[in-house]
Nanobody
Framework: QVQLVESGGGLVQPGGSLRLSCAAS????????MRWYRQTPGKERELVAG???????NYADSVKGRFAISRDNAKNTVYLQMNSLKPEDTAVYFC????????????WGQGTQVTVSS
C-alpha cells in the first residue's frame, strides 16, 4: 500500500505556476517533518523545502521567494506552491515524511514530474 502519493506535476511554460500535493497516511504524517525534494539525471537529490508539524518552514536558496510549502494536518496533505517557474526547476519532485527518531526514518513518495519549457 502506497503511503505517500504526489500529484500536480506537469508541463508548464517559464513564468507559470504549479501546485504540487502530497497525500499521506495519517499514521506517518502526524508528528513528521514533511519535505519536498527534487532530482534530475546526473545530479544529487536536492532539498527544496521543508515544514515541521508546527509550521516552521525552510527553503533552498534557489527557490526562496518563488515557492511556498504548506501543510493541512486535518487532510494529511502537504503542498508546494511553485510560482515564477524557470527551466532549471525541471525535475522529478518527491514528497518525503521524516521521523527524527533514533534512527531517523524517511518515507518517500514515487515522485511527480515537473517540466518547465516553452
Amino acid at each position: 500500500q502506497v503511503q505517500l502519493v504526489e500529484s500536480g506535476g506537469g508541463l508548464v511554460q517559464p513564468g507559470g505556476s504549479l501546485r504540487l500535493s502530497c497525500a499521506a497516511s495519517g499514521s506517518i504524517f502526524s508528528g513528521s517533518v514533511m519535505r519536498w525534494y527534487r532530482q534530475t539525471p546526473g545530479k544529487e537529490r536536492e532539498l527544496v523545502a521543508g515544514i515541521t508539524s508546527g509550521g516552521m518552514t525552510n527553503y533552498a536558496d534557489s527557490v526562496k521567494g518563488r515557492f511556498a510549502i504548506s501543510r493541512d494536518n486535518a487532510k494529511n496533505t502537504v503542498y508546494l506552491q511553485m510560482n515564477s517557474l524557470k527551466p532549471e526547476d525541471t525535475a522529478v519532485y518527491f514528497c518525503a515524511a521524516v521521523r527524527f527518531l533514533m534512527p531517523t526514518y524517511t518515507y518517500w513518495g514515487q515522485g511527480t514530474q515537473v517540466t518547465v519549457s516553452s
